[in-house]
């Protein structure tokens, strides 16, 4: 074999390996941009569903109205106890939206659990009504049952 003929076959191999390499590249791109579109999604959706929980909760018609469409009649317990239940959607809401993070790779196992503990700690005092809004309210299993793990962890905070 010629010097060209071997620096022709370099070339080829040169070529092959750099449309390899590109190719490896725009697999590893698109999975990131895949990953980062679900992410967004559902950072938007969350935020779509804080902002109509923050306008249910401030207005009696409000309640009323979403009790009606979820149950399909009036509120049957007090307004109050129904707002609490808002309350408690905001803290569980801040809990998932971590936890769709660490399902998306951006936070680690410790991050989502370190990130939460506070939260949870907040609602602890409710959990049987925590977990009947879990259970209720649309989240899905796993979810449920890592928030279920993590408040046995932790403690409603000392009264300042």
Known sequence: ???????????????????????????QVRRYTKRKDKADLVQSMWLV?????????????????????????????????????????????????????????ILTRNEFRNHSLPTLQLIVAHKPRVL???????YEGHFANEVEKLLLLVTPPPRI
């Open 49 to 105: 569903q804080q902002q109509m929980n923050i306008a249910t909760v401030d207005s009696e018609a409000q309640i009323k109205a979403s009790e009606m469409m979820v149950y399909g009649e009036a509120p049957q317990s007090h307004l109050e106890e129904v707002r609490l239940n808002y309350r408690i959607f905001f803290m569980i809401n801040r809990v998932r939206h971590l936890y769709e993070s660490y399902k998306a790779g």
């Open 132 to 138: 009947k809004l879990l259970e209720t309210r649309g």
């Open 1 to 27: 074999m010629t010097s060209s003929e071997m620096a022709a076959w370099v070339q080829a191999i040169g070529s092959l390996g750099s449309i390899c390499v590109s190719l490896w590249i725009a697999v």
